[in-house]
């Protein structure tokens, strides 16, 4: 079963930035490595009563009572993908707590090319998490293409780390 949950609800009171991330276990930690934390933790950890979207100008922080907006880097954004073969779902913002790929922990190789400049960006051999995905900081401001082949299969789409661009691919089908 494929999940989405890719926008949490807005009327949550704020709280300290302080509560919501001690009670988490993401104390000390910047954006960027809570992003990163909690999109590679294996789906069976992820905490059941956290909502975490990664947002263009922020990553949004949610449970029952209290909600928390952390800056994203000013100079990068993050890009969340997950290639499928059969089956996907709609997302826009990335859930790192609720998103959830078909290629679960799955060899891939990753080729994300910037059109403007013709500069490969990436040009990996990885693994998808175990959410089915895989992420990237790339350079803000860019519109280009991701290519990911898996078991002899290709796919290929655009991608954009404009301010209004989403932050989960999950129109990438191999074929």
């Keep these: 079963m494929l999940l989405a949950g890719c926008a949490p609800s807005s009327d949550m009171p704020q ?3 302080s509560t919501l ?7 000390g930690m910047t954006t960027t ?6 999109d590679q933790m294996s789906v ?32 990068v ?9 059969q089956q996907t779902h709609d997302c826009f913002f990335h859930s790192l707590t609720t998103c ?24 990996e051999a990885t693994t998808t998490f175990d959410n089915g995905f895989v992420g990237y900081w790339l350079p ?4 280009g293409a991701i290519e990911v082949t898996h078991d002899g299969r290709t796919g290929t789409t ?13 129109t990438l089908q191999l074929v």
């Design 140 to 143: 803000r401001g860019v519109e």
């Design 100 to 123: 959830r790929g078909e290629l679960s922990s799955q060899p891939i190789e990753v080729r994300i090319l910037d059109h403007a400049t013709g500069d490969v960006l990436i040009d």
């Design 158 to 170: 655009a991608f954009s780390t404009m301010d209004d661009a989403p932050t989960c691919i999950t």
């Design 77 to 85: 954004s993050y890009v969340s993908i997950a290639p499928f073969l």
């Design 33 to 38: 490595q809570i992003i990163d934390h909690l």
């Design 44 to 75: 069976n950890d992820r905490p059941t009563d956290l909502f975490a979207s990664v947002r263009p100008e922020a990553l949004i922080l949610a449970d029952d009572e209290q909600e928390v907006s952390l800056a994203m880097p000013a100079d």
């Design 15 to 17: 709280a300290t930035t």
């Design 21 to 27: 991330l001690t009670e988490q276990g993401l104390t």
